[in-house]
């Protein structure tokens, strides 16, 4: 197997699977095993065709304009997020008090895929000149992207658990605007100026995203969970402790 895929499988993968243990580890009970990893497996497929939306459409941002940017942090972030909503809420999840934890799951396969075709795509190409800068910026994308898009699959999820889509929608689409400005500022750092500008918009943007999942992870998950998925989990904690 040859290096640049294996490096690209663990940045994308690795970071997406310990996100979601972290994040879900409190909540063991309140959700089906199965559906969290079809929503894990529709997340992998999913960030394949966001990907490829995302290929197809790079020369747009090329240059900085109003039109690029319009494109790339309205445009984009409408499309990522309507993926994750269509799938949160099929009959299968919408409605249902767990929709949040495979939103969750969801956000992070999305992440996992679209992390491993662009790490593969850059250390494909030209492996041999590939640094501990390159390699060190690929990691911090990589992060970015799992804390952001898990985040913003709870979002939706809950949305879908409460049964306000459009609401929930709305505030993944609004969370998306800092990180897709923080990514543009760094594709065109790397583009048109000096790497050394890429450390602190990859701090800036790694942090924003960390940010967000804590306080999902914090704030909303326990808030907004229905009072039916609560006490779940409480009979669920009783019994494993005796």
């Given at each position: 197997m040859e290096p640049?895929?294996?490096?690209?499988?663990v940045i994308g993968v690795g970071p997406a699977l310990l996100v979601m243990y972290y994040v879900l580890r409190g909540y063991v009970g309140g959700f089906e095993d199965r559906k969290l990893f079809i929503g894990l497996a529709v997340?992998?497929?999913?960030?394949?065709?966001g990907f490829t939306f995302h290929g197809l459409l790079?020369?747009?941002?090329?240059y900085p304009s109003i039109f690029s940017f319009l494109i790339y942090v309205v445009g984009f972030a409408f499309l990522d997020n309507l993926m994750l909503f269509a799938v949160l809420n099929f009959k299968w999840v919408r409605g249902k008090p767990d929709a949040a934890f495979y939103g969750v799951s969801l956000g992070a396969g999305f992440s996992a895929t679209s992390v491993m075709a662009l790490a593969y795509g850059a250390t494909s190409v030209a492996v041999e000149f590939f640094g501990p800068i390159s390699i060190l910026s690929l990691v911090g994308i990589a992060l970015a992207s799992t804390f952001f898009r898990t985040a913003a699959g709870a979002l939706i999820g809950i949305g879908s658990a409460r049964s306000e889509p459009w609401q929930w929608f709305g505030r993944a689409l609004i969370a998306q605007v800092p990180y897709g400005t923080m990514f543009m500022a760094l594709y065109y750092a790397?583009?048109?100026?000096?790497?050394?500008l890429?450390?602190?918009?990859?701090?800036?943007?790694?942090?924003?995203?960390?940010?967000l999942l804590r306080f999902v992870w914090r704030n909303s998950l326990p808030e907004f969970l229905p009072g039916e998925i609560r006490r779940k989990i409480r009979r669920q904690r009783r019994r494993a402790h005796g």
């Open positions: 640049a895929f294996i490096f690209a499988s997340g992998l497929v999913l960030g394949v065709v790079d020369r747009v941002i090329l790397g583009t048109f100026y000096e790497l050394w890429w450390v602190p918009l990859m701090a800036a943007m790694a942090a924003y995203s960390l940010w």
